[in-house]
């Protein structure tokens, strides 16, 4: 069942790239877009789960943490060529922060794929577990994001 979510999770990915692709951006950067989208998918799908604001759904959560899992564990090659910060491209929000310190912002995939591991792991569990670890998940997110892309103000 993981293997095939995964696969689905993947092929979701490419077509999210493909439909997206704006001749003016790189194909990197509607990558790592269609990326964060279905990070922002799965994270609200659980966030809402957690929050008691949508009801609890077993099937639904443990997809929502397996695509997290699929995506955290995505080799990061290609989707960060030199060129592609929020400096040199307008639709980019990558700062350059990310390529003076590529390993830093790397490392920060592993972090979020041990949240995410850690979340795949009781999402079938009910709202209290997945309430439990999205702290984890949001920090690990929210790490990355507080050094290496732009703020939406």
């Not at 390529?99 to 912002?105: A, H, P, S």
């Amino acid at each position: 069942m993981k293997r095939h979510l995964a696969a689905l999770s993947l092929a979701a990915l490419a077509a999210t790239a493909a439909i997206a692709q704006d001749e003016d951006t790189p194909a990197s950067v509607e990558a790592r877009h269609g990326i964060m989208e279905n990070y922002s998918f799965s994270l609200s799908t659980l966030g809402a789960m957690a929050k008691g604001e949508v009801e609890f759904d077993a099937e639904m959560a443990q997809a929502a943490a397996d695509r997290l899992v699929v995506l955290s564990n995505l080799n990061q090659e290609g989707y960060w060529p030199e060129g592609t910060s929020s400096d040199e491209v307008e639709d980019s929000r990558a700062l350059p922060a990310v390529w003076e310190d590529m390993e830093d912002f790397q490392s920060g995939f592993g972090e979020l794929h041990e949240a995410a591991m850690a979340m795949q792991e009781v999402a079938g569990d009910g709202q209290d577990a997945i309430a439990g670890q999205m702290r984890a998940v949001g920090q690990s997110c929210g790490g990355c994001h507080d050094d290496y892309r732009m703020s939406d103000d």
